[in-house]
């Protein structure tokens, strides 16, 4: 064996123990700390880490958003078209609330 190529073995060896300044390695250890958070939390039925992969819960989850969330954006789009701005205004301060909606609509008038 050489100098340099044990050096380096030697190097590296440390480098992997107490973590070097190699941005590979970096960057693994970062994806190693997220799939062990992922695989802590709730959301560890959308993701297998071990195989890179999105399980089918992740699917069906962005569905139902889609679902909730589609005739809202359509609704919205015709607002829009229609350039009805009060309805628009209205139809935010109701959602926000009796309260809350008192209190957009006086700060949207000062």
């Not at 073995?9 to 390695?25: K, T």
């Not at 969330?69 to 139809?91: C, D, G, H, T, V």
């Amino acid at each position: 064996m050489n100098k340099e190529s044990s050096g380096g073995f030697i190097q590296n060896l440390l480098a992997s123990l107490f973590g070097g300044n190699d941005a590979d390695a970096e960057k693994k250890r970062q994806l190693k700390f997220i799939a062990k958070r992922l695989s802590k939390s709730r959301f560890n039925k959308f993701y297998h880490y071990p195989g890179n992969e999105a399980l089918p819960p992740l699917a069906k989850f962005f569905y139902e958003i889609y679902k909730a969330l589609a005739p809202a954006q359509i609704m919205f789009q015709n607002i829009q078209a229609s350039q009805n701005k009060n309805l628009l205004n209205r139809l935010v301060f109701d959602f926000a609330g009796p309260a809350q909606g008192k209190s957009l609509e006086e700060s949207r008038r000062a």
